[in-house]
């Protein structure tokens, strides 16, 4: 599978983003949104499994961001609310067969897209 991140940008500190993932190639598997800000390791924000659209959030996001999906399409989506100066980072879009609370490592998900920065400004 091949994934394609757009829709980063520099935004005020409350303002709203939203980042899209497109898929291409065998598009069956859940997917996920990591972010990784300079200095720190890569966290996983969000994912989404591929099946029953089962949807998992880091908790300092919880209530702020939402993941979507649209199989017909083979996209996925993080729209971003209440943005704060801590979710600066580049954000990458994942893809793989590890699902739920289980699957934080980065190294559980094989295919990743470029990343796309989200700069928040206070």
């Known amino acids: 599978v091949q994934l394609q991140a757009s829709g980063g940008g520099l935004v005020q500190a409350g303002g709203s983003l939203r980042l899209s993932c497109a898929a291409s190639?065998?598009?069956?598997?859940?997917m996920g949104w990591f972010r990784q800000a300079p200095g720190k390791e890569r966290e996983l924000v969000a994912s989404i499994s591929w099946r029953t659209y089962l949807t998992h959030y880091t908790d300092s996001v919880k209530g702020r961001f939402t993941i979507s999906r649209d199989n017909a399409e083979n996209t996925m989506a993080l729209q971003m609310n209440n943005l704060k100066p801590e979710d600066t980072a580049v954000y990458y879009c994942?893809?793989?067969?590890?699902?739920?609370?289980?699957?934080?490592?980065?190294?559980?998900?094989?295919?990743w897209g470029q990343g796309t920065q989200v700069t928040v400004s206070s």
């Open positions: 994942a893809a793989g067969s590890c699902a739920g609370y289980g699957c934080l490592r980065p190294t559980l998900w094989p295919y």
């Open positions: 190639g065998r598009t069956r598997y859940n």
